[in-house]
């Protein structure tokens, strides 16, 4: 029995979604979803979360409900399953009241297996009496955080699923997905819709493939200009904080010649779904828009995320990052960031409106929150530490000190000993009371002559103007360290007063220097990279990478479809990296199963065929070979062929020669196991081995890593050598001499303490 869902799982994950194997968690969440469980899964945007709902609902024998909160959302995954064979369908307000009525009767009938809806339908009389007469196998409830009241997100529509839940006549299974929610946020949703001993599961909010950026500046234009001319060809969306702000840029770049398009609730619907649909069909390659664009839009090509203005919170800020390298592959997130962004983010604060009637108590207390919010992404813009570990700690994950593909993990900061300033903060803040916010504190400090000043008497204060010298900047950068590190706290309401603690009269004895962390240079510009995708592909493969993109350009026009649902960048990718030539081997690319297959497959081999020659490359720098990225599950799940092993005969088999690359070393090795029986050797493996050791490393340049050589490699007798390329660009490949290869046998060996015919595991080897 179990067998046999490990086969229809399997069977279903590639027929209709393309891969052979599954995300971390995906397949946990999809067999307790099966097995009759409720489910609440926080996974990160790119993980693979509508799978985890999608796939069951094919396999349960009824119908599954998806509660949505956005049109918009609805109709892209509706248009992606029924691309991908799925039979599915959305009702909302985008349909007739005909519309509605027909897609009732279908469902009726069994034509459908997932109904996307929106949270206002559910309990309308025709629905209601669909829903009741019908077998539901499963409710899942997208974007959780909507029914939380502590979410950034809240939508009180969303508080009616519940009770709709209760009207059904069997209680089906219930999921709950969402990508960000803060641990107060996870327990609404579990109390709100009374999840049932629920399978809990949080991921991890980690996007490895997104670099993060903060640029302080006031000329914003100008950098987005300069980082667009970089970035000619890739999709992108630019985020402002108020409708004008997306109007202004949008004239001005569009002047300027770029391809941009504009979004913002202040427009008609018309005009909104207008620019929506050529974004997503890459007719326009650059969205502009405030935070009522993007939520559910499920474009998997977008290359950065820009935001022009400093969001409200880190919810937003991750969320709207997010919706960049949905695919996987590297993707850029940069925000300029100047201290008038605060200054307008708590106007709009300030002049929300709330979407329901509060008491008074509680209106303070979301006030206060969001102040919170805000002040807690103003730390993230000013911060000197690892940008990923704020996200991740914000989020209450663990995360290392480094993530090295960030700008601040790459910058270069001076150091300052601040420690005498820091003990005139505390004099200061002590002396007055504990009354005032940073803004006061740091005025009297340096020594302004403001109206609000002498309307205190803070001229008066023993602080007044000793350190004059520092400037605004640097002795606010002070002060926010000196919060970070627990030597003042902020309170949670509106004005973030500044109150000592326990550990600040620490800084008063300055028994030890107080260092702090800046930049060097605030305005400098960081190069950038004008291809994200292709960086290390070789030149025939950024050649085929190019001539695939026209291709599934063309071919989503002829079907009136955006092109992402032809192929993904990642499947683009990995199709330059394989260069398949038959069916066979174009069903190992990821994200190609069958029905794509069947129904692109001639084209994408012919092109293929005609920009390699029927050649595949075999460059140094193409950094994994065909078989380098086929899945585990899929190559565990025939059974057929042992694990790699370095037998005797292999051993006594391998001719050693003055020099020779990687590829071809490996190459000779698999050439003398046998095929039938054993599993190949890869690159990948030798190349992780190499880099554990020591004789490699990985550099990362522009948030990307390079392998470079160590002087340990050298010593190993690894030898590179720089070459150019047919278009002038240089690049670096290894030779390994004789004394070289023997190394990598004793690495196959796995060390000389190791027994001769150590196995190599599976798993390591992949």
Request: neutral net charge.
């Amino acid at each position: 029995m179990q067998e046999l869902l490990d086969q229809q799982l399997h069977s279903t994950l590639k027929t209709y979604f393309g891969y052979d194997t599954f995300r971390p968690e995906q397949e946990t969440v999809i067999r307790q979803i099966l097995s009759g469980r409720d489910v609440f899964a926080v996974m990160p945007t790119g993980a693979g979360k509508s799978l985890c709902y999608q796939l069951p609902a094919l396999m349960l024998p009824g119908i599954t409900i998806v509660v949505s909160p956005l049109i918009s959302l609805m109709i892209d995954q509706v248009k992606a399953l029924n691309e991908a064979g799925v039979h599915a369908a959305y009702i909302n307000s985008a349909l007739t009241e005909n519309q509605i009525v027909k897609a009732m009767e279908l469902a009726k009938t069994g034509q459908y297996k997932i109904i996307y809806v929106a949270p206002e339908r559910l309990e309308t009389p025709r629905f209601l009496d669909f829903a009741c007469h019908a077998e539901i196998s499963m409710i899942t409830v997208d974007e959780a955080h909507c029914i939380s009241q502590w979410g950034q997100d809240f939508r009180p529509s969303y508080l009616r699923i519940l009770s709709f839940v209760h009207m059904l006549p069997v209680r089906p299974v219930v999921s709950a997905f969402t990508a960000t929610a803060t641990e107060r946020v996870r327990t609404d949703i579990r109390v709100s819709l009374e999840l049932e001993h629920p399978y809990e599961t949080v991921t991890g909010f980690d996007r490895e493939n997104l670099y993060f950026e903060v640029q302080r500046t006031k000329q914003k234009k100008e950098r987005i200009r300069r980082y667009l001319e970089d970035h000619i060809e890739e999709s992108g969306i630019i985020y402002c904080a108020t409708r004008k702000g997306v109007d202004e840029l949008y004239l001005e770049l569009e002047n300027a010649g770029f391809s941009v398009g504009r979004y913002h609730a202040g427009m008609s619907t018309e005009a909104r779904r207008i620019s929506q649909e050529d974004f997503i069909y890459d007719r326009t390659k650059v969205m502009i828009a405030t935070n009522a664009f993007g939520m559910g839009i499920d474009k998997s090509n977008v290359r950065f995320v820009l935001h022009f203005n400093m969001p409200q919170s880190m919810e937003n800020y991750y969320q709207e990052a997010g919706r960049a390298g949905r695919d996987g592959e590297p993707a850029e997130c940069i925000l300029y960031y100047s201290p008038q962004d605060t200054v307008i983010n708590r106007f709009l604060l300030e002049s929300k409106e709330q979407d329901r009637e509060y008491t008074e108590e509680e209106l303070r207390t979301i006030q206060a929150q969001d102040m919170d919010r805000l002040r807690k992404m103003e730390m993230y813009c000013t911060t000197t530490k690892c940008l990923r570990a704020y996200i991740l700690h914000y989020f209450g994950e663990k995360a290392k000190e480094q993530c090295r593909n960030c700008s601040n993990c790459q910058e270069e900061f001076e150091e300052m000993d601040a420690s005498e300033a820091a003990a005139d903060v505390i004099l200061c803040v002590r002396t007055s009371g504990q009354r005032f916010g940073m803004n006061m504190i740091a005025g009297t400090l340096l020594g302004e002559n403001t109206a609000k000043i002498r309307n205190y008497r803070m001229e008066e204060n023993p602080a007044y103007g000793k350190q004059s010298k520092l400037g605004q900047t640097r002795i606010k950068e002070i002060i926010r360290t000196m919060v970070e590190r627990g030597y003042l706290r902020q309170t949670e309401d509106k004005y973030a007063i500044l109150h000592l603690t326990g550990t600040s009269g620490e800084l008063m004895e300055q028994n030890t220097p107080f260092i702090i962390a800046y930049k060097k240079e605030e305005e400098k510009k960081r190069d950038s990279k004008k291809s994200v995708l292709a960086m290390d592909l070789s030149e025939k493969g950024k050649e085929l990478f190019e001539s695939l993109r026209e291709l599934r350009a063309e071919l989503a026009r002829r079907r009136s479809i955006p092109p992402y649902m032809v192929a993904s960048d990642k499947t683009l990718r990995d199709l330059c990296v394989r260069m398949p030539f038959t069916k066979e081997e174009l069903l190992k690319v990821n994200g190609m199963g069958e029905r794509k297959a069947e129904q692109y497959g001639e084209a994408i081999l012919q092109k293929i065929q005609s920009v390699t020659g029927g050649q595949r490359d075999t460059e140094e720098n193409q950094n994994s070979g065909p078989e380098d990225e086929i899945p585990l599950t899929e190559r565990r799940g025939k059974g057929r062929k042992e694990d790699f092993r370095l037998t005797k005969e292999i051993l006594f088999g391998i001719q050693y020669t003055p020099r020779m690359t990687l590829s071809e070393f490996v190459s000779q090795v698999n050439e003398l196991r046998d095929e039938k029986q054993m599993k190949r050797l890869t690159n990948k493996w030798l190349t992780e081995r190499l880099l554990e050791e020591g004789c490699l490393k990985q550099q990362f340049y522009n948030g990307y890593a390079r392998t470079v050589l160590t002087e340990k490699g050298r010593k190993a007798g690894i030898e590179p050598e720089e070459r150019i390329s047919e278009k002038g660009n240089p690049y670096e490949i290894f030779f390994y001499t004789e004394k070289a290869q023997r190394y990598l046998v004793e690495l196959m060996k796995g060390g000389r303490k190791r027994n001769m015919d150590c196995t190599i595991s599976y798993f390591m080897l992949n």
